[in-house]
């Protein structure tokens, strides 16, 4: 039986940091590839854009700005009333919900064109737009009643400004504004290196993930249950709003994965600066040790399973 070998490599940097090697990714590379695939899967969306009416596309991206608006709101009652976590870190987690993983969505795509499914090419666009929301409600919901002690401008500037958004937005403007024919010599480069790039990176995640056991040890049996069930409740909204979308078996998938996902980059930073008293160990123990994994190994073979069941 064979394997796709990309969540392996998530699986070997796991194991070997579990096993005390001592495989190390030089923190340069590490940088290194997160700025190429971040651009890389902006700079094929806005391709794909181009090619799109906007008048086509706008009720979509308005479709997933309100899921990732959901998915928070939903996630803070579960984290408050049936795991009792003070407001700020219920309010933190449910941030780190309501974004999205670039890196899940990455082996998402990897996946879809391995079994060569079609989808709809701006999807890139719906991670972006996913990007933000679920940061500035789970913030919202901290300070509930006590907006003046948010400091908005370093806040506004740690979110719209962050790397993550700079490299997937701004690709998104090149390749949308270059166009196919323009974008085409530097192919090689940023789509045919693409799958490489990317093993390399969850090599890395997974040296991460198993780093940060202990904190979600002492977090409790709560957190890693929330972590399971988080995102089968989010993959569902995720269905939902590509239903309602109009989305194709592929493109709903691929909702359905960023719904799924949990931000462990754009929103660690944000939470710090506007919540600082949250816990962040919380956050980043969930979403990187328990939701990452779990949907690299097993949610997005089931949400590829249950997109062909209700839509293909």
Partial sequence: MAFDPVPLFFVLGFLARLARSDLKIP??????????????????????????????????????????????????????????????????????????????FAVALDFLRAKNVPFEAYAPLFLVLLEIPGIIVGILLARMGNLQTVRWG???????????????????????????????????????????????????MGLVAAGQIDALKRAGVFLTVFGVVMPLISATLGFIAAAIAGLSAGGAMLLATLAASASYIAAPAAMRIAVPEA??????????????????????????????????
């Fill in 27 to 104: 923190g340069q590379l590490y940088e290194a590839l997160s700025i190429y695939l971040l651009l890389a899967i902006g700079l094929k969306g806005g391709v794909e854009l181009a090619k799109e009416p906007f008048f086509e596309v706008a009720p979509k991206a308005g479709v997933t700005i309100l899921l990732g608006v959901l998915i928070p709101l939903v996630a803070f009652p579960i984290l408050t009333r049936l795991g009792r976590l003070p407001r700020p870190d219920a309010a933190s987690i449910a941030g780190h919900y309501g974004s999205v993983s670039a890196v899940t």
């Fill in 279 to 312: 816990n962040p160990a919380l956050s980043i123990g969930a979403s990187l040790v328990v939701t990452f994994p779990f949907n690299i190994l097993v949610g997005i073979p089931l949400y590829y399973f249950v997109s062909q069941q209700i839509i293909g």
């Fill in 154 to 204: 370093p806040l506004a500037h740690e979110v719209l400004l962050g790397k993550s958004i700079v490299l997937l937005a701004g690709g998104l403007v090149v390749g949308w504004l270059a166009g196919p024919e323009k974008i085409a010599p530097l192919e090689p480069f940023y789509f045919v290196g693409f799958k490489g790039a990317l093993s390399l990176f969850l090599l890395e």
